[in-house]
């Protein structure tokens, strides 16, 4: 069992819709919690950062984290054309150096 | 602001040939420095990261190297590459105190044939 899963996708959505992403991991230890997104052919960018559980809002975007359920959720409202890329989870460990353990990640294209 | 830049963007090398890929960061001091890989279809993965000058962690056991021969610089090499050795080459940096987030560079696409 990997430590991070993430669906592959490809997820196809019409410009406007809600998007979910998920991630499930194993390690209950892990502390913080970050999505990235990866344009086509570029190094991925911060998107959103949690630490612990708890949701955590940014424009659109809307991160949760269930430390309960080993379960973290990225949320897209009135999604845009623009949001079309890869977007992965990672996550670390309390004091863990920057040791990202990260998803698979899921490719997401919003159709116009 | 911090840059972080990595070159070349795109390598094409031959099985047997030696690989260097170069990092440096700009605008922070004592940056933990990490290489990760991306294979076609994969996340990333780890491969070293360094917390100072000369101070290298092996994360995955291969024939690649790294090394810091500078605060803001960082190397990746091999002697001799294989085809595994293909995939797309990710430096990235974080401050100090270190909460995990990571600030990438654009990649090096490296295709070993």
């Known amino acids: 069992q990997k430590e991070v899963e993430q669906d592959p996708g490809p997820l196809s959505v019409p410009e406007g819709a809600i998007v979910s992403l998920n991630c499930t991991y194993s390690n209950s230890a892990f502390q913080y919690f970050m999505w990235y997104r990866q344009y086509s052919r570029k190094g991925p960018e911060l998107l959103m950062y949690?630490?612990?559980?708890g949701n955590k809002e940014d424009g659109r975007f809307t991160a949760q984290v269930d430390k309960s359920s080993k379960y973290i959720s990225l949320f897209i409202r009135d999604s845009q054309p623009s949001d079309s890329a890869t977007y992965l989870c990672?996550?670390?460990?309390?004091?863990?150096?920057?040791?990202?353990?990260f998803g698979q990640g899921t490719t997401l294209q919003v159709k116009p | 602001s911090q840059t972080i830049h990595q070159w070349p963007a795109t390598l094409v090398q031959p099985v047997g040939s030696p690989l260097s890929l170069e990092c440096t960061v700009e605008g922070t001091s004592n940056p933990n420095l990490y290489w990760y890989r991306q294979a076609a279809g994969r996340g990333l993965q780890l491969l070293f990261y360094?917390?100072?000058?000369?101070?290298i962690s092996s994360e995955v056991p291969q024939n690649l190297s790294a090394s810091r021969p500078q605060d803001r610089q960082f190397i990746l090499s091999s002697k001799k590459l294989l085809l595994s050795d293909s995939g797309f080459y990710l430096c990235a940096w974080s401050g100090i105190p270190n909460t995990g987030e990571l600030f990438f560079g654009e990649g090096s696409r490296l295709t070993v044939l």
């Open positions: 949690t630490y612990s559980s």
């Open positions: 990672a996550m670390s460990l309390l004091g863990g150096a920057g040791k990202l353990i």
């Open positions: 360094s917390v100072g000058i000369g101070q």
